[in-house]
């Protein structure tokens, strides 16, 4: 399996900016599905936005379509969210996952999918 460790984030004010990063190790993630959730507190984990193994399909949830934008190096063996615009409703733990299946990315929405996760990284969207 992969390991994936996330990392980039913080407290940041409203309209904020926010990278995220996750780094992957023990193989390549380069035939994987990638995904971020997220998790706020008392809340189950929602998806946030997936992209193909070859970064040319994404899919976003409509809560972060236009502000969020999902990206891929595979050769770095890492996956970024750059978070635009941010939201006091963004406020969450961000988890980054990975999938060898081959499914259209489009599906690949639910926390059930995914085999391998992160431990999450804090986001807080606060004046």
């Known amino acids: 399996q992969v390991q994936l460790v996330e990392s980039g984030g913080g407290l940041v004010q409203p309209g904020g900016s926010l990278r995220l990063s996750c780094a992957a190790s023990?193989?390549?993630?380069?035939?994987?599905?990638m995904g971020w959730f997220r998790q706020a507190p008392g809340k189950e984990r929602d998806f946030v936005a997936a992209?193909?193994?070859?970064?040319?399909?994404?899919r976003y949830a409509d809560s972060v379509k236009g502000r969020f934008t999902i990206s891929r190096d595979n050769a770095k063996n890492t996956v970024y969210l750059q978070m635009n615009s941010l939201k006091p409703e963004d406020t969450a733990v961000y988890y980054c996952a990975a999938d060898p299946r081959k499914s259209p990315v489009a599906t690949m929405i639910l926390p059930t999918y995914f085999g391998s996760w992160g431990q999450g990284t804090q986001v807080t969207v606060s004046s």
């Open positions: 023990g193989r390549s993630i380069g035939t994987y599905i």
């Open positions: 992209i193909s193994w070859r970064g040319s399909s994404t």
